[in-house]
T-cell receptor, first 118, second 111 residues
Framework: DAGVIQSPRHEVTEMGQEVTLRCKPI?????LFWYRQTMMRGLELLIY????????DSGMPEDRFSAKMPNASFSTLKIQPSEPRDSAVYFC????????????????FGPGTRLTVT | RKEVEQDPGPFNVPEGATVAFNCTYS??????FFWYRQDCRKEPKLLMS???SGNEDGRFTAQLNRASQYISLLIRDSKLSDSATYLC????????????FGTGTRLLVSP
């Protein structure tokens, strides 16, 4: 079975450019999460969706970041304009959410997008 | 203060050794707890959930102390393949989907 798919795997861009990261969750999963990982701050949740609806975006660092989930099989994280401090690995994760099932809380991570902003 | 704190290590141990990692969390509203494993330049993967009564999965044992807000992971008979970073994780929020990660403890198992 295909896991979470992310593209691109690596992105190098110049400061001020727009960056779009893409994610395809595991088929059948109804929750999607965007994380950012840096050496200094570790893994941080940016935003998550249930059934394509944003539930909590309190981790989004600032207005330069935006995320969308137009359908159950696709999500984007956009940074505009990008800055060198945005350099990090961005992970997308998905899970099957059901209040009654503890096992629903397991999140499956994609391979990540390594972003470098120069 | 970070919500989830771990000793970053690295812990250098020989094969066959027993090693223990500890983690403390600050938010008493945390309801679910996990250990994730992350290999170098890879994505995190769930190692095991942590139950109040403690739980064991093969060579791995996890313990939770809610009163002290403390989680532990014990690895017995360490293998070379256990070398990785171990992330302590709590969850909160609606449906407890909001995972909060520690920065991880690095384990190096040597021959």
């Amino acid at each position: 079975d295909a896991g979470v798919i992310q593209s691109p795997r690596h992105e190098v861009t110049e400061m001020g450019q727009e960056v779009t990261l893409r994610c395809k969750p595991i088929s059948g999963h109804n929750s999607l999460f965007w994380y950012r990982q840096t050496m200094m701050r570790g893994l941080e949740l940016l935003i998550y969706f249930n059934n394509n609806v944003p539930i909590d975006d309190s981790g989004m660092p600032e207005d330069r970041f935006s995320a969308k989930m137009p359908n159950a099989s696709f999500s984007t994280l956009k940074i505009q304009p990008s800055e060198p401090r945005d350099s990090a690995v961005y992970f997308c994760a998905s899970s099957l959410f059901s209040r009654g099932l503890f096992l629903s809380y397991e999140q499956y991570f994609g391979p990540g997008t390594r972003l470098t902003v120069t | 203060r970070k919500e989830v704190e771990q000793d970053p290590g690295p812990f250098n141990v020989p094969e066959g050794a027993t090693v223990a990692f500890n983690c403390t969390y600050s938010n008493s509203a945390s309801q679910s707890f996990f250990w994730y494993r992350q290999d170098c330049r890879k994505e995190p993967k769930l190692l095991m959930s942590v139950y109040s009564s403690g739980n064991e999965d093969g060579r791995f044992t996890a313990q939770l102390n809610r009163a002290s807000q403390y989680i532990s992971l014990l690895i017995r008979d360490s293998k070379l393949s256990d070398s990785a970073t171990y992330l302590c994780v709590t969850s909160m929020g609606t449906g407890f989907q909001k995972l909060v990660f520690g920065t991880g403890t690095r384990l190096l198992v040597s021959p």
